[in-house]
């Protein structure tokens, strides 16, 4: 399987910026989408953004921008204009399911263990 990490969490001021990074190992070579998803203290995992091998991408978070460089094997969520309500752990994860969409957690067959960002004055 693929192994992720996730890193560059933190806090941060409204309305600052952050990116978060998920490094990949393992079958990397294999086609495969990655997507974002956040858990705030109390509430279920939310999709945040899906993108695939080839760079489509969708995201549900306008401030957020999803990215991939495929060559590092290294997945990006750049977030900007940050919100206290976008406090919460978040996750990468992967699969190789193709032609359905990405904004299912049960689809993702690896996920990192998470960076906690937290958006507080």
């Known amino acids: 399987q693929v192994q992720l990490a996730e890193s560059g969490g933190g806090l941060v001021q409204p309305g600052g910026s952050l990116r978060l990074s998920c490094a990949a190992s393992g079958r990397t070579l294999s086609p495969f989408s990655m997507g974002w998803f956040r858990q705030a203290p109390g509430k279920e995992r939310e999709f945040v953004a899906a993108i695939s091998w080839f760079g489509g991408s969708t995201s549900v978070v306008g401030r957020f921008i999803i990215s991939r460089d495929n060559a590092k094997n290294t997945l990006y969520l750049q977030m900007n204009n940050l919100k206290p309500e976008d406090t919460a752990v978040y996750y990468c994860?992967?699969?190789?399911?193709?032609?359905?969409?990405?904004?299912?957690?049960?689809?993702?067959?690896?996920w990192g263990q998470g960076t906690q960002v937290t958006v507080s004055s």
């Open positions: 994860a992967a699969t190789t399911v193709r032609g359905v969409p990405l904004d299912t957690a049960r689809i993702y067959d690896s």
